[in-house]
């Protein structure tokens, strides 16, 4: 079990987690994907620690029902508070998004000023503060919580006066710091990504965590020897906690259209 | 057992319901409440119905724990959807946020034209639309969903350029109907009154349901002769399922110093 030829599993609080899906499967083609989005639950990134601990730890024991070979924990909240345990409890190798985006500014910034802008959760947790650290100890890390970016991106307001004010408060004590590198540590903030580069301005790379994420998985795998080497076209399927409908909605804005058949999950019940 | 002495139970998806216990411990001062906010699981807004449903339905189970006389749906959204389904389930007299809300807003209209603010899911089941219909056939409604308003306040951004926007933004439709009363068809949306106020004038009465649904309360208990002749001071408890911590720092805002302990529960486990 847990063969090359098994299922990625993918976990989220919701909706969001479906750019990494998308980066997946652009960069591991041949791969079949078990998504579990969360969305009764979500959000996850107002919530406190042990709450978003507990519901990772139900997650990951859903996706292990399907025999999944890994698990990638798409989720920036989960990431930062919740790997240290998935670790402990379970033998599957499990993938953050935190390093790979970490990795990725690290690499980028000259001026090793980094700027991280993320959900309440994941800038308390100092996750990317951490990952950075150990990376290259010189560089000094800025931190913006952007409880509204969500809001934003799930009302669909990605441009416009609101929106670019919105960006411009938040990201102002960053610019003050004169950060050249950005890390966009939510997986909506990528939707956000053209009002952000019009108040940023084009000196400040951006890093896309998610995006960042398939490279790392790809590692794992292939280390693993766990890489497919199926000929049958990949086969998806995504569950969700609240009703699909939504999700198909919402997801087509992420993913295009989506490549499998969507399915309710009941996990924790 | 659910004698006149025991408490009331009031339950919300996280610590905007404050405001209704605000209401009911200013007009029923004597009376005992047990709280109950699902802040592990908020928001239920912009979830769907069964969801909602199937929530509200745990959360009734767990105040009947405490032996409670009577419940009170806090959250407008739980009893936009949830509130028939209680009452099928339940023989505890169950009072919404919704009748109450309605009935002043009936009341208050000289034009007949009512505009209702709340979540998504809450304008989507039409249940304010139905009661006013029930109250005066003769009166129009027009609804408007504002998914920011909430994040907004637990941002503490109600006041501003950016607040302002925003609400005249989501109010702009229900002006042009030329409506005279206005139903805050949220716990929330209370604390954005004094925005709200800018935006639409002096002429537009505005309808808090949460501060209405005491009066209710207090009618139900007396018509079954449940209100307390107790003689000793009230006691209240406050319970959650997130980490109470955050429900202190927050709930100060709502209630003042809050007047009782705050338990984490896990209801649904």
Chains 1, 2 share one sequence.
Not at 43 to 59: A, C, D, M, Q, R
Not at 135 to 160: R, Y
């Amino acid at each position: 079990m847990n063969g090359a030829n098994q299922p990625i599993g993918v976990f989220d609080s919701g909706i969001g987690g479906l750019t990494v899906v998308k980066a997946l499967m652009t960069n591991l083609p041949r791969e079949s994907i078990v998504y579990f989005g969360d969305t009764a639950r979500v959000p996850y990134g107002t919530k406190s620690k042990s709450t978003i601990v507990k519901f990772s730890l139900e997650n990951v024991e859903f996706l292990l029902r399907f025999g999944v070979k890994c698990i990638v924990v798409a989720c920036n909240t989960s990431s930062s508070w919740a790997l240290p345990t998935l670790r402990k409890f379970f033998k599957v190798p499990i993938i953050g998004v935190i390093r790979p985006g970490a990795t990725a500014a690290v690499r980028l910034t000259r001026n090793k000023r980094i700027g991280v802008v993320g959900t309440r959760a994941t800038v308390n947790s100092r996750a990317y503060d951490a990952a950075i650290m150990r990376l290259d100890p010189s560089v000094k890390v800025f931190s913006q919580c952007c409880p509204l970016f969500v809001p934003l991106v799930e009302e669909g307001w990605t441009e416009g006066d609101i929106c670019r004010e919105v960006v411009a408060t938040y990201l102002k004590p960053l610019q003050k710091q004169r950060i050249d590198t950005l890390i966009l540590g939510c997986t909506h903030y990528p939707l956000l990504a053209r009002t952000i580069r019009r108040v940023v301005g084009p000196s400040v790379s951006l890093v896309d965590s998610g995006e960042q994420t398939a490279g790392d998985v790809r590692g794992v795998l292939a280390g693993n020897e766990l890489l497919t080497n199926g000929k049958k076209n990949p086969k998806h399927r995504f569950f969700v906690t609240d009703e699909p409908a939504h999700f198909h909605k919402v997801g087509d804005r992420f993913l295009g259209k989506l490549a499998g058949s969507v399915e309710r999950a009941h996990p924790y019940l």
